[in-house]
């Protein structure tokens, strides 16, 4: 049996937990960035609908597109004179009030895929429309400048086995079932290193790594303990693991603990795919989204890390601009971001949706690449040259205070 049936079949049969293994590399320690400073990636799966999240309701063609779908002017939470945001989103407005929240406006790439996979892929890896790329952008920062070997591991990918920009090198952990994860850190047998099978070693030595990360990222005692109230849902029982494993770092006065953090922690938030009945379906996902993002800066105020972690949304594309006829809305191209943070210079970027200019197929122009995103956070919040992750260079955006 290959080796990558080993990993598959070793990833099935642990079930709450799988670990990349990750890649050797020598490195100068003084070009280690400070990965202390976390990074939150939140992925809003299956495209959200940018126009009924940051809303131009200023903009008469924003009523003449969506007439049953459309936020009324009245509910819209007004950002400035022309944009808001939708009226689920209330609890975002404290991080919007105390600029600590950024929205990033108009993100896509030249010549969007519409298809799931493909756009996703594209993300995922920072890749050009035309151009497939084998690893993750993570893995590839990671590669290039890797996280201190005390760390628990790279990555925690947390309700999802999709490894996403991790992909393909990261030294990344996916807690398929997190309760069971920081619960019960008997998830492999010891590695035998007398194993005569050098495949079976292999996965033997992989399940070794996921059992001293267990170790390192459940609750101990004289952890920090969270006192947190986090809101009901999946979505919520997400963050409230994501902020668990942030938790098993730290001391109960909220300093660090040496040798068990991890530079990156990914969420996924599904449904936004809203091809019919959109607007309750939406409406769900966006409160969800918000009170989530909400829970995570109370949590990370109380550990004394929300100065040093960033949070970013990310989707494969956004949704077309006219609504369709079953209320709901198809593939389109750009969509708004979200990066907050203590550190975060909060504020409108990017480019407002232009209704009057959509192209022939009824998608909005793009504004942004997505990989300004990622060179910001490369640049400005890791120190690390972008350029050697991203294969050029990419504008950044000055949303992170220096």
């Known amino acids: 049996m290959k080796r990558r049936h080993f990993l598959q079949a070793g990833a ?3 079930g709450a937990a799988f670990m990349q293994p990750g890649l050797s590399l ?12 976390l990074l939150i990636l939140v992925e809003l799966k299956g495209g959200n609908d940018g126009l009924n999240t940051i809303i131009p309701y200023a903009s008469p063609y924003y009523a003449q597109l969506r007439p049953t779908i459309g936020i009324p002017r009245d509910r819209v939470i007004q950002l400035d004179a022309q944009t808001g945001m939708h009226p689920a989103m209330q609890a975002l407005l404290p991080l919007w009030q105390q600029h600590e929240l950024a929205i990033v406006q108009g993100v896509s790439y030249p010549a969007p895929s519409l298809s799931h996979f493909r756009s996703i892929e594209i993300w995922n890896t920072a890749s050009a429309s035309d151009q497939y790329l084998g690893t993750g952008w993570l893995t590839r920062a990671f590669q ?20 996403g920009p991790l992909t393909n090198g990261a030294h990344a952990i996916a807690l398929v079932n997190p309760q069971q994860f920081l619960r019960d850190a008997h998830l492999a047998r010891p590695f035998d290193a007398s194993a005569s ?9 992989v399940e070794h790594d996921i059992q001293r990360a267990a170790d390192r990222l459940r609750p101990t005692d004289g952890q920090f303990v969270l006192q947190t109230t986090f809101p009901p849902g999946q979505f919520g029982n997400l963050v409230r693991t994501a ?38 379906q939406h409406e769900n996902l966006l409160r969800q989204f918000s009170e989530g993002m909400a829970a995570m800066r109370s949590a990370l105020v109380s550990m004394n890390r929300w100065n040093s972690t960033l949070i970013m949304t990310y989707a494969e594309f956004g949704r077309r601009a006219r609504e369709n006829g079953s209320r709901g809305t198809d593939h389109g191209t750009v969509a708004p971001h979200f990066i907050a943070g203590g550190a975060v210079e909060g504020g ?18 793009v504004g942004v690449d997505f990989r300004s995103l990622y060179a910001t956070v490369l640049d400005r919040w890791w120190d690390i040259d972008s350029r050697s992750v991203l294969g050029g260079r990419f504008s950044t955006m000055p949303v992170i205070r220096t």
Request: proline letters at 11%; charged letters at 15%.
């Open 243 to 280: 902020m668990q494993v942030v938790a098993a770092s730290e001391t109960p006065s909220g300093g660090r603990v040496s040798g068990k953090g991890v530079a990156v922690i990914q969420l996924t938030l599904n449904g936004f795919d809203t091809h019919h009945d959109q607007p309750g």
């Open 26 to 37: 020598a490195f100068t320690p003084a070009n280690v960035p400070d990965y202390t400073r």
């Open 197 to 205: 099978n050098p495949e079976m070693a292999h996965v033997l030595e």
């Open 348 to 365: 409108l970027y990017g480019v407002p949706p232009e209704l009057d200019r959509l192209d022939g197929n009824g998608n909005l122009p």
């Open 12 to 14: 099935a049969s642990l």
């Open 144 to 163: 290039t400048r890797p996280v201190p070997p005390g760390f628990a591991a790279d990555a925690v990918v947390v309700g999802s086995a999709e490894m």
